[in-house]
């Protein structure tokens, strides 16, 4: 099946039209904690294992979709300004739009916002591909289920099927070849003393894609094969962790899951290495604070740039650290509906 398929599956008692003049939606940015890497079906971006992650509250994307009919193609503006039409990321979601075109010679005008670095291992592809299906929703009037329109922004990119919930989210891998089975998942835990630090080392797109990454490390990584295993495993600590409140099992979990994968890039053939050398002065940082009892974790996706986890009261001591750090209260109320946000 293909992703022609797969939409017209969806929307096959849906609008073929827009109902209204524009659709507007905001998806929040997700961080894995227990992380997707390697797909089981390319086409469908269907994932080899189940992931887990936790929202980035008003950090994500905001998008305005306008039918122009009559234009000659696609115009995408970012926080305000025209993306050229030749840039890979305007190529990607125009070949995303034509899912949903009425008709051919029907084009879009996408207005987005991001608050979060464009390919920089902050998962705006993500949000992005998230709010623009929220978006699509509103504008078709579909009224589409949460599970349907994960299923959408999975075609999109892989792990957009998690931003479409503040919180932690599960992505079930699925076993059906259509996909139907994997979408997201809200998970009813809250947390609220748990705290999101963003230490951005560098916010310019990444020079190698995760997708060529991924793609790359599931070919040729020999120890490839250990990590269903191991995501399995990391899988249920962070459910129990997340259930019980237990902070050091769920930083411990995260932590060694993120080092895994990044282990398994550099045992890819030609290896991937995404950390900086200020990458790996925080991480010593950390590890060194944490011998001297500051429970401090970090997550780290495929980018330079380090997620640290700890709890609200260590907030204070963190800073002095990093000072420069950017602190997320994921569950609180503000974070989770940051004003003008429709999702």
């Not at 980035?56 to 122009?68: E, R």
């Not at 125009?94 to 899912?99: G, K, R, S």
């Not at 998230?130 to 589409?144: R, T």
Request: proline share 5%; hydrophobic share 45%.
């Amino acid at each position: 099946m293909n992703k022609q398929a797969v939409v017209a599956h969806i929307l096959r008692d849906c609008f073929k039209v827009p109902k209204y003049r524009q659709g507007t939606a905001f998806a929040p940015a997700n961080i894995a904690l227990c992380k997707y890497w390697g797909k089981r079906d390319l086409e469908l971006n269907l994932p080899t294992t189940s992931s887990l992650s936790i929202s980035l509250g008003s950090f994500g994307a905001k998008t305005t979709l306008y039918l122009q009919e009559g234009a000659s193609h696609d115009v995408v503006f970012v926080n305000g300004k025209e993306v050229k039409a030749e840039s890979t990321f305007v190529q990607n979601l125009v070949a995303f739009l034509d899912l949903f075109r009425p008709s051919p010679f029907s084009f879009f005008q996408i207005e987005t916002e991001v608050n979060i670095p464009i390919g920089a291992g902050l998962a705006s592809s993500a949000c992005g591909f998230a709010a623009v299906v929220g978006a699509l929703n509103q504008l078709y009037g579909w009224q589409l289920s949460m599970s349907n329109l994960s299923i959408l922004a999975r075609l999109g990119s892989g792990s957009a099927a998690r931003s479409f919930w503040h919180g932690f989210v599960e992505w079930n891998c699925g076993v059906e070849k259509n996909g139907m089975d994997s979408f997201g998942v809200s998970l009813c835990e809250k947390w609220p003393n748990l705290r999101i630090g963003l230490l951005i080392f560098n916010a310019a797109q990444k020079p190698i894609s995760s997708r060529i990454a991924m793609q790359n490390t599931v070919l040729t990584s020999p120890f490839y094969k250990l990590w269903p295993e191991k995501q399995a495993c990391d899988l249920n600590r962070l459910r129990e962790a997340i259930q019980s409140q237990n902070f050091i099992v769920l930083g411990e979990t995260a932590e060694s899951n993120a080092l895994a994968m990044h282990a398994l890039m550099l045992t890819a053939n030609p290896a991937f290495f995404y950390s900086e050398p200020q990458t790996i002065a925080a991480q010593h940082k950390i590890w060194h604070h944490r011998r001297l009892g500051l429970p401090l974790f970090f997550t780290q996706d495929a980018g330079p740039n380090l997620k640290l986890l700890f709890l609200e009261q260590d907030s204070e001591a963190i800073e002095e650290i990093f000072p420069e750090l950017e602190i997320i209260a994921p569950f609180s109320t503000h974070e989770m509906h940051p004003e003008g946000a429709s999702s």
